[in-house]
């Protein structure tokens, strides 16, 4: 599978690699086995700069009835997504823009502007997609 994970308990957190192709179906699979592992509600990093999307605008939308759905059944966790291209960029951002108001999500072009946007965003639970985005 193209999306592997490791979630932190402990310290609430996790951490989350995708590499080569990523469709709607890796995006499924990952989200339920997120929510599977209870790892919704912590800071996630989503190292994701050799990955290519291969997803269109259409299941962007799906992907925000989805998190829209578990984010009805508790808190989402800010999530910092590192892209390696225009194209990804663009579709997390779109992605971003739909689910305001009900988790942060952003992309980023480094791990560095990443980390430090999820500390931003852990240290203000109430922050909105929008804010501290780079």
Known sequence: MPVTY???HERREMYTTADGPIALDDI???LTG???DKGLPYRELIEAS???VVFSPS???TMVEILRAYGREGVLGPTAIVVG???AYGMIR???ILLEGVCALQPFRTRQEAEQWLADASA???MSASEGAA
Do not use: F, I, Q
């Open 6 to 8: 490791v979630v932190d």
């Open 34 to 36: 997120e929510h599977r």
């Open 124 to 126: 203000s639970p109430g």
């Open 59 to 61: 299941d962007v939308r």
């Open 50 to 52: 050799r990955a290519t």
């Open 94 to 96: 779109m992605l971003a």
């Open 28 to 30: 499924r699979k990952h």
């Open 85 to 87: 291209n225009d194209l």
